[in-house]
Each structure stands twice: as C-alpha cells, then as structure tokens.
Antibody, heavy 117, light 106 residues
Framework: EVQLLESGGGLVQPGGSLRLSCAAS????????MIWVRQAPGKGLEWVSL????????YYADSLKGRFTISRDNSKNTLFLQMNSLRAEDTAIYYC??????????WGPGTMVTVSS | SYELTQPPSVSVSPGQTASITCSGD??????ACWYQQKPGQSPVLVIY???TRPSGIPERFSGSNSGNTATLTISGTQAMDEADYYC?????????FGGGTKLTVL
C-alpha cells in the first residue's frame, strides 16, 4: 500500500525550530518529486516547498524563503522540512504529498505544528 | 504572483449537478487539478490534467479547463460529496492552490 506518514510536529515557541519528517512506503520514493503543503486552522491549502526526485532542485513559496529548508534521504525513503525562526502564522497542519505529473496523488495524514509562547 | 480564484461556497440539491469554478490568468494554458477535502481528513485528488479521474474516483466527477476558467462538475451529487474543493495549477516552478470552495448538499 502506498503510504506517507508525517512526524515531528508539536508546540514550539516563537523563534524556535522544528524538523518535520515524512516516511514513505509502498512506492519507488526516489523516482518522485515530493512537496510539503500546510493548512492553518480553518483556512485553505498553502504550498510550502517542493523537491525533485534526486534532491537536486528545491523550490519554496516566496513567503517562506530563507526560513524553511526541504531535503530528502532516498536511502531511507524519507522527506524532511527544517523550519527555523518560526512565527505564530506558521501554525498549521503540515502535509507531505507525492507528485504524479502535475498533481499530488498521495497525501499523508499531516502533523500539527503550533507556534505559541 | 499567480492567483487562482474560487467561489467560497456552492450549494446543490441531492441528485443535481454542481459546478465549481476556478479562475486564473490564461489558466487554460496550464493543467488544472482538483482536490476534495472532508473535515478532519487529508485532501484527495479527484481530477488531474484538467479532466482525468484517478483510479477509484466516481464517474460523476468531471473537469474542464479553457480560457481563464477551470470547472469541476459533479453530476448526480450525493450527500457524501459535501466537502471543501480546491483547484491547483503550476506557475513556473511554483504550486498554486485556489482558496477553496465549500460544497453544501441540501
């Protein structure tokens, strides 16, 4: 079964850091680009970042550049999102998703990140 | 930056046809896709490449894209289709989501 499972969320103080992980199984992880998408409470979906299949190319939403870093370990079938200088407005559920052509066909259940003092 | 605009809400009676629009500059020149999200659940891809249904998505879901507007159509809408729907496209190397439409079946 194709599956994604995020972890690493939690409560963090403003200015703090978190590293999210996304464990993939059931498909050839190293051959697919992957993304992170977030959803603030009661709000819509917001694209965060994308990484190519081999990790050589990374892309970020303009509002996040410089604070978040996407990476992957294809030997461990795992996607990461390093989040620094966190702000209250970063509070959201963070989803990882697998690409299929121009769309995203498999999503994890998400991990909640709360930035609050 | 590129924007996709959706109506905040659409209402439909059971068994009728629901249409949800997504507008963006020259959207018809890009591929549009659609996601369904029910409360407390992750998004589910229901249409990709404008009009293709992934395996397991009912035939009542269809899509089109031309000019500046992509449309998700749900024929014979059922109560289980009540959800938030998001369109999505690419602009250069950025992923863009619409603001979402809450579909109410009543």
């Amino acid at each position: 079964e194709v599956q994604l499972l995020e972890s690493g969320g939690g409560l963090v103080q403003p200015g703090g850091s978190l590293r999210l992980s996304c464990a993939a199984s059931g498909f050839a992880f190293s051959t697919y680009a992957m993304i992170w998408v977030r959803q603030a409470p009661g709000k819509g979906l917001e694209w965060v970042s994308l990484i190519s299949s081999n990790g050589g190319n990374t892309y970020y939403a303009d509002s996040l550049k410089g604070r978040f870093t996407i990476s992957r370990d294809n030997s461990k079938n795992t996607l990461f999102l390093q989040m620094n200088s966190l702000r209250a407005e970063d509070t959201a559920i963070y989803y990882c998703a697998k690409t299929t052509g121009n769309a995203f066909d498999v999503w994890g259940p998400g991990t909640m990140v709360t930035v609050s003092s | 930056s590129y924007e996709l605009t959706q109506p905040p809400s659409v209402s439909v009676s059971p068994g009728q046809t629901a249409s949800i629009t997504c507008s963006g500059d020259k959207l018809g020149d890009k591929y549009a896709c659609w996601y369904q999200q029910k409360p407390g659940q992750s998004p589910v891809l229901v249409i990709y490449q404008d009009s293709t249904r992934p395996s397991g998505i009912p035939e009542r879901f269809s899509g089109s894209n031309s000019g500046n507007t992509a449309t998700l159509t749900i024929s014979g809408t059922q109560a289980m289709d009540e959800a938030d729907y998001y369109c999505q496209a690419w602009d250069s190397s950025s992923v863009v989501f619409g603001g979402g439409t809450k579909l109410t079946v009543l």
